[in-house]
């Protein structure tokens, strides 16, 4: 046999992490055995000295300064038998690969594949169960949590091994990570996820194709249901494991690879096969030849570069080591790549079907530092600054799912979120249209998630086109992009729609309440955005002023991936709200967050079609980076939202302070023993204000002045009844720490009982805190009106901006867009 000087700690290391048995992640002393010697590979890989990285490489050493062994190694099928999940070719099939290697790396790749292939088979379980009508609801709620921790555990374990991937990628061992990418590629992203996704996608075709020709027979009619339940769970998990590479791996050549594979138009011919055993030909492994081994990096260099040949200078050219692999994909031509059907699949995803998973794949994708700008443009996701149209394909796919979902058909009645599910795919076939009716609540989910990503995209497109050598082009026609943009047209469209849909509702039930639950939900207090917003620059503070910021980046889709769920067709119970009150919740959600992000824009392009480059105004209500170019996405609630979501906008007096009673609605009272009906504490008084109610103490010696000593806010108040000379009052607030010298809280349990001198006296109070809450109550429909009319003015404002604007102004845009393109 050979001879190879290895080092004897990575040799045993690897040997107990590929072949310990009974240890599995699911096992927790075999997970901690796995974890050990899993550290001890990543550690030794992380040594920089010289003569251990040649070990690495089989290179032997120059000198014998380091405990090393030099023996024969073992033959292929002793290691064969020693990792019994990977077949014996597979050592054969690497050439001039150590010891470690050979086990190492098909054994990361088979783990990965057997992942990938129980995330499909419990991707169909959802699936059918989902469908299934023949269960009751317990069972089906007990099979769906079982799903659920099954789930978790897959996500888990795919998480574990792309952890090790990008951590032993990270050790910069350059002849291990060209093998590895090699091998990840050709196994794991080529042979198995876009293999299957092509597979599943000519399953669905060619049933969506024959699916009116024949009912046929009940067996065949059960097995197509099979195989398009498989298909349907492939192209799932496939774009959530695509979308967990992209996350979780920061090795840039891979990384590259891996984009190019998805993204590029172009896809070869010869991995389009369904058999993935000759997916790359059948040339003899155990010839030698190093070059049989290298099958994607250099096909991919191809399609990216355009070339038949010097295929060293494509876009993955630092991934390649030496010259093991530089001649492996020579001579491809051009007719042996075919359009990308699994691209024309994400399109058709981001503008219909399933969005949501969609949007998180291409968010992590832009996220990535690994494919910067130029890198995008050769993958046609951005468009080039040369070119005539600066439109993207996945920049119309977003556009025309809001349109889609949005726009108005003058012939019918207005869609109805309240009667049905939305239909996103119109079909009518049977395959297609099942699966694509989505609910109120997975509606806004991706209104939310397709939006925010054409924020992102938009973002980059302007910076890629408008900017050269780092700086921005000074003649810039924006407001030519800005005008014709489908996605700005689109997201505006939407928001006026959203917004209409709130002003139908609005005239047959107050909307106060789930306005502000929307509000609640996205604005929280500047503090927990100081970091962020001071990134962008100071803002002056008002002691007395309260203020509510919403980060925008808190809804991109990368946001979301980590959850497990993501590989089941449903996993929550089935929710008790009725049809009406989702309807409602998602028409309030998605017209605040499309007010956010047209105000987003319209604050972008204010301050970037202005001589200096500065913010107009002043005062600033939106927060981010100081580039020109960038967007700035944390904004702070104005006056009107503050209102509508009913927080004050000026601070209240603190307890213990005093207050003054003149001009105020005030009442004697005093507390009532909670043992007798007697009173408790005398000398107290009951400040009814507008918005806020007060116990205080009168102070002595000035009967204008008292001292606080609890606030109740009368938007909080749930319930209030006089029964007597007692006033009761109720609210969902924790007790209110008493001023010094009081004996016992004033607020006991979110309830405050107050005695009065007399019935009449309850009575008034009682009928002045109902008049001071209707009044509120009104002026938040009041609010919600005015918002909702600034909604359509924004609108009205950006779809008629092109129309309204003067000949002159469109000729000087034109012409200054010419010069931009030929300069």
Known sequence: GTSETYLPLLYASVQVFC???????????????????????????????????????????????????????????????????????????VPNATIEQQILFPYICSNLKSCYHRSVRLM?????????????????????????????????????????????????????????????????????????????????????????????????????????????????VSIVFLTQLFAMVSYRPLIRLAGAAVLHPKYPIAWCADDGNNLFGSSDRSSGRSKDFFHVTPIINAIVSNKERDLEGGDNAAATGGGEEADAGAGVKDDAFVP???????????????????????????????????????????????????VSPFEEALATFLTMNTEENPDAEPRQLTTSPRNYKRSTSDFEAEGNRKTNETLSVAVEFVSSLGLMLMERI????????????????????????????????????????????????SLEEYFHAEFNRRYVSTEANDDRIHSGGSRPHYDNNIKMACCLQNYHPSNFIDDANVLLQSSGP?????????????????????????????????????LTGHRPNSRKRWYGDAEVLSFCTIEEADELLLSIGGVQTTRVPDVGTDIDLR?????????????????????????????????????????????????????????????????????????????????????????????????????????????????????????????????????????????????????????????????
Not at 205 to 220: D, I, Q
Not at 499 to 506: E, G, I, T
Not at 731 to 744: K, L, N
């Open 19 to 93: 072949y310990s048995p009974g240890s599995t992640l699911q096992d927790a002393d075999g997970c901690m055995v796995r974890t050990t010697a899993m550290n001890a590979i990543l550690n030794l890989c992380r040594i920089t000295s010289p003569d251990v990285r040649a070990v690495f490489v089989g290179e032997g050493l120059t000198d014998e300064s380091l405990p090393c062994t030099t023996k024969s190694a073992p033959p292929s099928n002793d290691l064969s038998s020693m990792l019994p999940s990977i077949s014996q070719s597979t050592f054969s099939s």
């Open 124 to 236: 169909m379980t959802s699936i059918n169960l989902d469908k299934s009508s023949k269960h009751n609801e317990e069972a089906k709620a007990e099979a769906t949590q079982r799903n659920v921790d099954m789930a978790s555990s897959q996500f888990s374990e795919l998480q574990y091994w792309l952890g090790f991937l990008d951590d032993l990628l990270s050790c910069e061992i350059r002849v291990w990570n060209v093998r590895l990418v090699e091998w990840i590629m050709r196994e794991f992203v080529v042979g198995t996820i876009l293999l299957h996704w092509n597979r599943a996608l000519r399953v669905v075709g060619t049933m969506t194709a024959t699916a009116t020709e024949s009912s046929g027979t009940s067996e065949a009619t059960k097995k197509d249901s099979l195989e398009h339940c498989k298909a349907k769970a492939e192209i799932r």
């Open 340 to 390: 990308s059907r699994h691209r024309a699949s994400l399109l058709e995803m981001l503008s219909g079907d399933e969005t949501i998973i969609a949007s998180m794949l291409l968010g992590v994708i832009l996220e990535n530092d690994a494919l910067d700008d130029n890198a995008l443009e050769k993958l046609g996701v951005l468009p080039s600054p040369a070119d005539d149209v600066q």
């Open 462 to 509: 302007i910076f890629h086109t408008w900017t050269e050598g780092g700086e921005c082009l000074d003649a810039v026609p924006f407001d030519h992009y800005y005008k014709s943009s489908k996605f700005v047209q689109a997201l505006t469209s939407s928001l006026t729609y959203f917004a209409s849909f709130a002003k139908r509702l609005s005239e047959d039930d």
């Open 574 to 610: 089935p929710s008790i709200e009725s049809a009406e009150e989702k309807a409602t919740k998602c028409v309030v959600r998605l017209t605040l967050h499309l007010r956010s992000l047209v105000g987003c824009i319209e604050e972008f392009y204010s301050r970037f079609t202005t």
């Open 663 to 823: 001009g105020r609605k005030s009442f004697p009272c005093s507390l009532q023993s909670s043992h007798k009906r007697r009173r408790a504490d005398k000398g107290l008084i009951l400040v009814v204000d507008p918005s806020e109610i007060y116990v205080a103490r009168s102070k002595k010696g000035d009967f204008n002045r008292c001292t606080i000593l609890a606030v109740v806010p009368l938007s909080t108040i749930i319930a209030s009844a006089s029964a007597g000379e007692t006033l009761h009052v109720v609210c969902p607030m924790s007790e209110v720490p008493a001023a010094a010298g009081a004996e016992d809280g004033i607020l006991k349990d979110g309830r405050l009982s107050l005695w009065f001198s007399s019935v009449t006296m309850s009575i008034s109070v009682k009928e002045l805190l109902d008049k001071y809450a209707a009044a509120l109550e009104n002026r938040a429909a009041m609010d919600i009106d005015e918002l909702l009319d600034k909604c359509f003015e924004i609108g009205n404002k950006i779809l008629g901006t092109k129309s309204q604007s003067s000949q002159r102004r469109r000729v000087r845009g034109e012409e200054a867009w010419a010069d931009f393109q030929e300069a």
